[in-house]
């Protein structure tokens, strides 16, 4: 499977924002996703992730209430929906996939990777 990341940008400390993660080549529904950020400087983190079946979600403690993870199946597209922003969300976010039914927040976990798509949040 191949993942294309997109929606990042320039935002306001504050504001929403939405990314997307759009697969092509296979069956995205067979996929568990996981959307993982990294700040120069610092250690890819898991942010989210949702299992194939959309039903089971894990959240990093700092995003947790902010942000959303969900998936359409037709549209072979996941998204992860980022709301009152931080500055410190700042960075460089990636999606990955995992053929597997569980989550898990390890990077090493996931086969695929997206290209990573770029969130400024400006305080």
């Known amino acids: 499977v191949q993942l294309q990341a997109s929606g990042g940008g320039l935002v306001q400390a504050g504001d929403s924002l939405r990314l997307s993660c759009t697969a092509s080549g296979d069956t995205f529904s067979s996929y568990t996703v996981g959307w993982f950020r990294q700040a120069p400087g610092k250690e890819r983190e898991f942010v989210v992730g949702?299992?194939?079946?959309?039903?089971?979600?894990s959240y990093l403690d700092s995003a947790e209430g902010r942000f959303t993870i969900s998936r359409d199946a037709a549209k072979n597209t996941a998204y992860l929906q980022m709301s009152s922003v931080k500055a410190e969300d700042t960075a460089e976010y990636y999606c990955a996939a995992r053929r597997s039914s569980a989550v898990v927040t390890a990077a090493h976990g996931y086969d695929y990777w997206g290209q990573g798509t770029q969130v400024t949040v400006s305080s």
């Open positions: 949702i299992s194939w079946s959309g039903g089971w979600t």
